[in-house]
């Protein structure tokens, strides 16, 4: 199994800069892609942005030359850092990780989320 803990979040005023860390742990063999998904209040779950193994990173349009997404492999985890934060952005921000462990292969796992609210 993996267990996998947000941190970061929280209020911060239009304009402002957060950063989301979430620590990947358990039986670990390897992990590949690891990400960020987000979702507003009444509306689906969205990619913000992905980072592979090999460092390769995807946004969504909407947070392009804003987030920047990062990993340390050795910690096995992945951050957000988040500028130039716009109401719109609020939402629940959920980690996601594709790893195998030691006793199964690979599998998609969620983290439990982190609010942000930005104020205008």
């Known amino acids: 199994q993996v267990q996998l803990v947000e941190s970061g979040g929280g209020l911060v005023q239009a304009g402002g800069s957060l950063r989301l860390s979430c620590a990947a742990s358990?039986?670990?063999?390897?992990?590949?892609?690891m990400g960020w998904y987000r979702q507003a209040p009444g509306k689906q779950r969205d990619m913000v942005a992905t980072i592979t193994g090999d460092g390769s990173t995807n946004y969504a349009d909407s947070v392009k030359g804003r987030f920047t997404i990062s990993r340390d492999n050795a910690k096995n985890t992945v951050y957000l850092h988040m500028n130039s934060l716009q109401p719109e952005d609020t939402a629940v921000y959920y980690c996601n990780v594709g790893a195998r462990t030691y006793s199964s292969s690979r599998l998609i796992y969620w983290g439990q989320g982190t609010q942000v609210t930005v104020s205008s």
């Open positions: 358990g039986s670990i063999f390897s992990i590949n892609t």
